[in-house]
Nanobody
Framework: QLQFVESGGGLVQPGGSLRLSCAAS????????IGWFRQAPGKDYEVVSC????????YYPDSLKGRFTISRDNAKNTVYLHMNSLKPEDTAVYYC????????????????WGQGTQVTVSS
């Protein structure tokens, strides 16, 4: 069975950090671009970051550059999202998704999704 399991979410104070993990089972991540998206209450899905499968090029929206870092460990079949200097507006459910080879900023273009992990930034 092909699936992702996300973990690492939780409650953090503004300015804090979290590391989210996205572990794949049933398939290898080597051939897939992995994207992190988030959805805040009442809002659409928003791309947070993405890493290609082949050249490992990485995408971040301008609004998140410098605070979020994506990385992948193919030996562990896991992708990570390191989030620093968190703000209340980062509160959302975070999802990882996979699509073949290249990143996309559109959630509907991804083939597999995890169940999501809640991140709450609040004092």
């Amino acid at each position: 069975q092909l699936q992702f399991v996300e973990s690492g979410g939780g409650l953090v104070q503004p300015g804090g950090s979290l590391r989210l993990s996205c572990a794949a089972s049933g398939f290898t991540l080597d051939y897939y671009a992995i994207g992190w998206f988030r959805q805040a209450p009442g809002k659409d899905y928003e791309v947070v970051s993405c890493i290609n499968s082949n050249d490992r090029s990485i995408y971040y929206p301008d609004s998140l550059k410098g605070r979020f870092t994506i990385s992948r460990d193919n030996a562990k079949n896991t992708v990570y999202l390191h989030m620093n200097s968190l703000k209340p507006e980062d509160t959302a459910v975070y999802y990882c998704g996979a699509r073949v080879e290249y990143c996309s900023g559109y959630s509907y273009e991804y083939d597999f999704w995890g169940q999501g992990t809640q991140v709450t930034v609040s004092s």
